[in-house]
């Protein structure tokens, strides 16, 4: 008895420890982010200048990217999840000639290095006239995403074949079958990939610097692009309102994940990603 | 007759229901793939769509003539040699250490995920500009606390250790799936192991590692594509721009690529330098693939 609570006190010391080190950095970005301008970094909360937070957002055009960031989020999530479930319901419930080729498709796209293909749809979409538009995310979210149609797909095919026959003799098209028997069951995972598919989007850096001009930048990709300089022209970065910014855009992310988390860990369980 | 109508019918739903993953698939992944390929034989700058001109294997000729594009592709595999195995071993310790019955255990997970959860530019801007500063950086003070010499941590010595170090602080990532894999090994099999007297060492190593090594190998599978095109780190680390060009020791492949495309609009260039990236991933896809055989657990048998 007593070596079990032993064991135990251990195992708490050695999860407080790690915890310790993965929240180090974030404790140092926070209190820097609200340190004097230009002071070395501080491992101690020396000053709380919450007016960092303020400069962050006044001396770059912070908002206007920021709601760049949401209007590409708020194009491309929603289609993403929404298509995705419709793919993957499809290669889940129904049998078509093909339909295994397909699904092979599916999965050697999320093999493929994203890179490979950016210049020459970058050539596609300098074509149609799209670059500088949002455009694109329209498309990509038209499209979904190979990884969270499979994460669907193994969903779907976990539930139970009589929910889906009983439906079907009462007349229920296939449609009206995915709409309010499948779609209603599968909301942790809905949820799931709604929130990483915001997560992938806020935070892509590259993306829009290819296919978007200064104006129409998001907030991540603006702040690797535009550093935050004191106005008058001093030509050093100032640290603290960096970090100020970084944790703003961060915010979002934190927030989103905090609220969705239950439904993540249970999307994952059911999903059982495997390979 | 009625069979019939239901088959076609079911095949009709069918590709209406994959219809936009199948068109959007085709002309923005599949076309692109195709015509980046052919994009490689060529001479484009950039400039000149309208006047290609085919120049044979010119191109992959000098990818393997390339000194700094060879010297990156070793870096690269480096890299990855040190980071998979690494990250795979912190998150899979992280999951087990999870995977007792402790009070907080949620928000233990919560900070260990999250990490792995924040902007690139948020995570490089916090280590580069507080930990790895030579201006007074904190992990400076941290080895001066026990007397060693402050470090370049960005310099030629230190930059692809101080890489893997931020790296592995966002490891975390892995640990959703791992935990969702440990829940699926079934209680009996411990029980039955604890009947036995087999020590928690034992449990490990005949139980719970070989029932995870499927979850295991789809996660060293995606590290490995992942770490194989890792650019954005290295770049931000160099500046604050992203065409700033990192120091030799993170200066890794496919960084190398976007240096040709980017600052010397070599495209043509820079699309051989990607797909000869694409076929050593495929390849080492395929050799982990078949190597899985020896060491991956299915319940079924395999396939």
Request: hydrophobic share 50%; aromatic share 16%.
């Amino acid at each position: 008895m007593k070596r079990i609570s032993l064991s135990r006190v251990f195992l708490y010391l050695v999860l407080l420890f790690l915890s310790f080190i993965f929240l180090f950095p974030l404790y140092l970005a926070v209190i820097n982010s609200l340190a004097p301008w230009f002071n070395p970094p501080t491992a101690v909360p020396t000053a709380f200048k919450w007016e960092n937070y303020y400069w962050a957002t006044e001396l770059i055009d912070f908002w206007r990217y920021a709601k760049n960031s949401l209007i590409i989020a708020l194009i491309y999530v929603p289609l993403t999840t929404l298509s995705s479930g419709l793919s993957g319901f499809a290669f889940a419930r129904l049998k078509a000639p093909g339909s295994n080729a397909l699904f092979i498709c599916v999965l050697s796209t999320m093999m493929l290095p994203g890179i490979v293909t950016q210049i020459p749809t970058y050539i596609l979409f300098f074509r149609f006239n799209l670059i500088n538009t949002y455009i694109p995310w329209l498309v990509w979210g038209i499209g979904g995403s190979a990884f969270f149609i499979f994460m669907y797909r193994q969903f779907f095919r976990t539930v139970p074949l009589e929910l889906e026959e009983a439906a079907r003799i009462d007349g229920c098209s296939i449609f009206r079958i995915y709409w309010n028997i499948f779609l209603p069951i599968s909301l942790p995972v809905v949820a799931t990939v709604t929130i990483l598919t915001f997560h992938g989007n806020w935070n892509d850096i590259m993306g829009p610097f290819m296919y978007l001009r200064e104006a129409r930048y998001p907030l991540s990709t603006a702040l690797s692009m535009v550093g935050y300089k004191p106005p008058g022209g001093d030509n050093q970065t100032i640290m603290q309102v960096t970090m100020a910014a970084g944790l703003m855009l961060a915010l979002p992310i934190m927030v989103t994940f905090f609220i969705g988390q239950k439904y993540i860990v249970e999307g994952i369980v059911t999903t059982g990603i495997k390979g | 007759m009625r069979q019939i109508k239901q088959t076609t019918r079911r095949s009709i739903a069918f590709y209406t229901m994959i219809a936009p993953w199948l068109i959007v698939f085709l002309s923005f992944a599949l076309f692109p793939l195709v015509y980046g390929f052919y994009l490689s034989f060529t001479n484009y700058f950039g400039f000149n769509l309208e006047d290609l001109s085919l120049v044979g294997l010119k191109n992959y000729q000098n990818v393997f003539n390339d000194k700094d594009a060879m010297g990156a592709l070793g870096r690269t595999f480096l890299f990855a040699a040190i980071n998979v195995p690494l990250g795979t071993v912190i998150a899979l310790t992280l999951a087990l250490l999870l995977n007792h019955n402790i009070r907080g255990r949620s928000v233990f997970r919560t900070i260990f995920y999250i990490p792995s959860i924040m902007p690139a530019i948020v995570t490089t801007m916090m280590w580069k500009n507080i930990l790895f500063t030579g201006n007074g950086g904190i992990l400076d003070r941290i080895i001066g606390f026990f007397g060693l010499g402050p470090v370049n941590w960005l310099g030629y010595d230190y930059a692809l250790f101080s890489l893997v170090l931020m790296s592995s602080w966002g490891a975390g990532g892995g640990i959703l799936i791992y935990l969702a894999g440990l829940k699926g090994v079934p209680d009996e099999l411990y029980e039955s192991a604890a009947i036995d007297g087999a020590s928690y060492m034992q449990r490990l190593f005949r139980i719970t590692l070989p029932l995870l090594t499927p979850v295991i190998f789809f996660n060293v599978l995606m590290g490995i594509i992942g770490t194989l095109q890792q650019y954005l780190q290295p770049i931000l680390l160099a500046g604050d721009q992203l065409l700033a060009r990192p120091i030799k020791p993170i200066y890794l492949y496919v960084v190398h690529a976007f240096q040709q495309i980017f600052a010397n609009q070599r495209f043509a260039y820079g699309m051989a330098l990607l797909w000869v990236l694409f076929l050593i991933t495929l390849l080492l896809t395929l050799v982990v693939f078949k190597t899985s055989r020896l060491w991956v657990f299915y319940e079924d048998g395999g396939d």
